[in-house]
Nanobody, 115 residues
Framework: QVQLVESGGGLVQAGGSLRLSCAAS????????MGWYRQAPGTQRELVAG???????TYVDSVKGRFTISRDNVKNTVYLQMNNLKPEDTAVYYC?????????WGQGTQVTVSS
């Protein structure tokens, strides 16, 4: 059974930083495409950053230059380093793993950025 467990969320002032972690189990982590999504109240869930099994990365335009996604295939963990946070980054952040037609989600971690 695949499990994704996020950690690292919290409350931070605008301009601050947080690092989210997502530990995966029950899957061959290195072959998965991993992603971080977020959902603010009243909005649709959006892809923030993704990283392929070959470590190719993609970002939504609003976080380019501020967020960095990375993966550690030994620790089966994907990270999201978030710098220069803005109030509009406030959301629940979800970890996502995808391989073929299979897709898995974590439970989410709240990120709140105060102005």
């Amino acid at each position: 059974q695949v499990q994704l467990v996020e950690s690292g969320g919290g409350l931070v002032q605008a301009g601050g930083s947080l690092r989210l972690s997502c530990a995966a189990s029950g899957t061959i982590f290195s072959r998965n495409r991993m992603g971080w999504y977020r959902q603010a109240p009243g909005t649709q869930r959006e892809l923030v950053a993704g990283i392929t099994s070959g470590s190719f990365t993609t970002y939504v335009d609003s976080v380019k230059g501020r967020f960095t996604i990375s993966r550690d295939n030994v620790k089966n963990t994907v990270y999201l380093q978030m710098n220069n946070l803005k109030p509009e980054d406030t959301a629940v952040y979800y970890c996502n793993a995808r391989y073929g037609s299979s897709e898995y989600w974590g439970q989410g971690t709240q990120v709140t950025v105060s102005s």
